[in-house]
T-cell receptor
Framework: AQSVTQLGSHVSVSEGALVLLRCNYS??????LFWYVQYPNQGLQLLLK??????LVKGINGFEAEFKKSETSFHLTKPSAHMSDAAEYFC???????????FGQGTRLTINP | DTEVTQTPKHLVMGMTNKKSLKCEQH?????MYWYKQKAKKPPELMFV???????INESVPSRFSPECPNSSLLNLHLHALQPEDSALYLC??????????????FGPGTRLTVT
């Protein structure tokens, strides 16, 4: 069965610092991986997705993620944090042809001025 | 246009009320989803519609009744809810998965409070 583990329910960084949000997945087949962001009282917005075309995926708002099969990881990074990046971030996995998204528990990102 | 709209934005209802949540998308997606999200938790899948037919029901209580009148609209009818049903209800849509899986686009949600 698929599963996603997000290490760290809360990450705090200073403005301008590197953002690193960790995601490890478990899947019996090559996975499709997604990162979503949720701002307070809003829905989820897709940041980026991995669908086997390239291991380094660039998304919106300066975020990127690297798929590492050997480590079963899909960590999200951003070189320089902005105050506007403060939000909840969810990693999700889906099998090929599947309609279900399996979400991680989420990581709340706080940006310190 | 990658927008999924949901109405109402907020809803307060008593345990004996009947209400409906509405969702609309115009991206030509043939898969639509209802999720329930409690505070500080990830979304939980409730229902999936494919080609306007219910394809997945995640053992949701019958007090929640989904409906897909056409390819652009998705409703969730609510009746005799319990206070623990208070949550953010999210609608999403996507292309139908086949040889690949597609991202889901989410609406802003309806904040439901059951009193």
């Amino acid at each position: 069965a698929q599963s996603v583990t997000q290490l760290g329910s809360h990450v705090s960084v200073s403005e301008g610092a590197l953002v690193l949000l960790r995601c490890n997945y478990s899947s019996s087949v090559p996975p499709y991986l997604f990162w979503y962001v949720q701002y307070p009282n809003q829905g989820l917005q897709l940041l980026l997705k991995y669908t086997s075309a390239a291991t380094l995926v660039k998304g919106i708002n300066g975020f990127e993620a690297e798929f590492k099969k050997s480590e079963t990881s899909f960590h999200l990074t951003k070189p320089s944090a902005h105050m506007s990046d403060a939000a909840e971030y969810f990693c999700a996995v889906s099998d090929q042809g599947a309609q279900k998204l399996v979400f991680g528990q989420g990581t709340r990102l706080t940006i310190n001025p | 246009d990658t927008e999924v709209t949901q109405t109402p934005k907020h809803l307060v209802m008593g345990m004996t009320n009947k209400k409906s949540l509405k969702c609309e998308q115009h991206m030509g997606h043939r898969a639509m989803y209802w999720y329930k999200q409690k505070a500080k938790k990830p979304p939980e899948l409730m229902f999936v519609y494919s080609y306007e037919k219910l394809s997945i029901n995640e053992s949701v209580p019958s007090r929640f009744s989904p409906e897909c009148p056409n390819s652009s609209l998705l409703n969730l009818h609510l009746h005799a809810l319990q206070p623990e049903d208070s949550a953010l209800y999210l609608c999403a849509s996507s292309r139908l998965p086949g040889l690949t899986s597609y991202e889901q686009y989410f609406g802003p949600g309806t904040r439901l409070t059951v009193t």
